[in-house]
Every structure is written in structure tokens, then in C-alpha cells.
């Protein structure tokens, strides 16, 4: 019970800084959990939406495949069509979307770790300096650089920040005036 007090007694002294601090750090959570939940909801309607959509691929794959396959006839080989069309069976489709699904939610599992491990790094990069002028006193002159290049660093990750979002947008943008499906997912 004694160092429950102490706890909370050194929790209300640190309370100008603490809660300033938590906040943020609760902020930056929330919005990183917001967009990769935002970001799995899009892919998993757009899979949802593919899975759906198979049977229609299927037809459309069988009418293109009808040219192929009678071209090749033309050239005088006998291909089995029944065992083309069961070699392009929904669900083997089907099977291949499951794996997707399985292997892209560990893949977003691992973003996810490493865009939070990402993010809390930035966060503490604002302060480096403070933590070596603490650390070493007053003689940080040399850590001039390093400042530089932390700041060099945060530029060019929100240039590219940007940069990226831009051609995402762009691109699904122009996939959906091409109307090709899930323009979401291809951007």
C-alpha cells in the first residue's frame, strides 16, 4: 500500500508533464490505429469483393480463353477443353484467395509492429538532443550534425510521405477512370 502513495504521489508531482505526454502518446496511437485499421478495411472489402467476383472472372477467363484455344487447334494440336476449363477451377480460386488473405493479415501484422516501432522512433528523434545535452552535458557541439541529419532524415521521410500518398491517389484515381476493378487496392 506504501508504494502504491509513493507511486501516485510522484505520478501527481510529474502530472504538468505526464499527462502532456500521455496525451500524445495516446493521440499518436489512436490515429496509427485508425489508419491501419482504415487500411485492412479497404483490402479486406476489396478481397471480400474479389471473392464475389470469381465466378464472373471465371466466365470472363473461359470466353477469353475460346480464341486461344482455337488457335492452337488451328495449328493442329488437340487440346481437352473440359480438362482446361477444370484446370482454372473456383476452387482452386478460391483456395489461392485464402491463402492470400492468410499471408497479406500476417504481412499487415508486421507492418503494423513495424510502422508503431517507426512512428515511436520519430517521436523520440524530436528530443535526442535534449536526451545528450542530459547525457553528456554542454559539450554537444559535435551533436550539431547529428541534429542536422535527424532533421535532413524527418524532411525527406514527409517529402516522401507525400510523394507517395500523391501517386497512390493518382493512380487509383486513373484505374477507376479506366474502370478496372478495386482502383482502391490498385492505388
Given amino acids: ?93 478460391m483456395k489461392l484467395v485464402a491463402q492470400l488473405l492468410s499471408g497479406l493479415g500476417t504481412a499487415l501484422t508486421n507492418s503494423f509492429l513495424i510502422f508503431l516501432t517507426v512512428v515511436f522512433i520519430l517521436l523520440e528523434a524530436s528530443n535526442f538532443r535534449q536526451k545528450i545535452r542530459i547525457a553528456f552535458g554542454d559539450q554537444s557541439h559535435p551533436f550539431a550534425q547529428y541534429h542536422k541529419i535527424g532533421n535532413a532524415i524527418n524532411h525527406y521521410l514527409a517529402i516522401k510521405t507525400v510523394v507517395s500518398l500523391g501517386t497512390g491517389v493518382l493512380v487509383a484515381i486513373w484505374v477507376g477512370a479506366l474502370d478496372v476493378d478495386f482502383p482502391l487496392t490498385w492505388g
Fill in 1 to 93: 500500500m506504501a508504494a502504491f502513495v509513493i507511486v501516485v504521489a510522484g505520478m501527481r508531482a510529474a502530472e504538468p508533464i505526464l499527462v502532456p505526454l500521455l496525451f500524445a502518446v495516446f493521440l499518436v496511437v489512436m490515429g496509427v490505429l485508425s489508419v491501419g485499421i482504415g487500411f485492412v478495411l479497404i483490402i479486406g472489402t476489396s478481397l471480400d469483393d474479389f471473392s464475389d467476383a470469381i465466378p464472373r472472372y471465371q466466365i470472363l477467363l473461359t470466353q477469353k480463353m475460346a480464341p486461344i484455344h482455337q488457335g492452337i487447334e488451328g495449328l493442329g494440336f488437340q487440346l481437352n477443353k473440359d480438362g482446361l476449363l477444370k484446370s482454372i477451377d473456383p476452387g482452386a480460386s
